[in-house]
């Protein structure tokens, strides 16, 4: 992990969660007390829950954010929602271009950095993902793909306060699988130089979370890499115990 930039661990709760989750999202949020000075932690609930989580980490160094939202600011879009939405109902961040959504809905590097815009406009963080496959990890082309994500995918405007990257295997989603750390460290490297000559001295300082089957148990090896400045985590976030455990697996490196 890069000393200098604050390590980010942020739980992507997907389609699961009802409104008893909240005990959850309350140890989460007297957990992540005690570790807000060396690490920030952030919740991503389904957008029904965003309003009623917002307002119970009002005021605490929990953030809650969004998993999706649309480019457009309002209009006739069934079933969506806008950055402007979330902003207003409390939300500090939002995920765009997660590989399910690219998967499930077909979301291309264009429409993932008009969403990561729409962010940018209403004031909320975008948590930029992109990942390999399988397939092109065994064609060997992993590099090829995420230079090409990230270079479509990331609004010019980024800034190190407004844009975080999730670098997320496909593979490695939900699967128990992970990279070595020596493949993490690999494209974590490469990540950080497209941004730095890009984006200059804000991308040298901007996080790059690995996110994929992160768990209290490697999450201590994961975190210690290189350029890995925090986590996108997915099952593992369900249970406050979990979540916690990661996010000091975080602090502590
Ligand atoms: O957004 C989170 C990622 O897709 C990782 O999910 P996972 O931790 O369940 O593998």
Redesign the pocket.
């Known amino acids: 992990m890069t000393q200098s930039i604050k390590p980010l661990v942020?739980g992507?709760w997907?389609m699961n969660g009802l409104a008893a989750s909240r005990s959850e999202l309350e140890a989460m949020i007297a957990g992540a007390a005690g570790l807000s000075d060396r690490v920030d932690l952030a919740i991503?609930p389904p957008a029904l829950l965003v309003p009623a989580f917002a307002a119970a980490a009002a005021n605490t160094v929990l953030g809650v954010g969004g998993q999706d939202c649309h480019a457009a600011p309002s209009g006739a879009h069934t079933g969506d929602i806008s950055a402007e939405m979330l902003k207003d109902a409390g939300a500090t961040a939002v995920?765009v271009g997660?590989?399910?959504r690219r998967t499930d809905h077909g979301e291309t590097d264009a429409m993932v950095r008009a969403k990561a815009e729409a962010a940018l406009r209403a004031g909320l963080v975008a948590v930029v993902?992109i990942g390999e496959t399988l397939d092109e990890r065994d064609r060997d082309v992993t590099l090829d793909v995420v230079g090409t994500q990230l270079a479509g995918s990331v609004p010019d405007a980024a800034t190190a306060a407004t844009v975080v990257i999730?670098y997320?295997p496909v593979w490695?989603?939900?699967?128990?699988r992970t990279p070595t750390t020596d493949d993490v460290a690999k494209v974590h490297g490469f990540i950080r130089e497209k941004l730095a000559a890009r984006f200059g001295d804000e991308g040298a300082v901007l996080r790059i979370l690995y996110?994929?089957?992160?768990?209290p148990g490697n999450a201590a090896d994961l975190m210690a890499v290189p350029h890995v400045n925090g986590a996108?985590?997915?099952?593992?976030?369900l249970k406050a115990t979990d979540f916690l455990a990661i996010a000091s697996a975080c602090a502590a490196t």
């Open positions: 942020a992507n997907k991503f995920i997660h590989s399910e993902c999730a997320e490695a989603i939900g699967t128990g996110g994929g089957s992160v768990k996108l985590v997915g099952g593992a976030s």
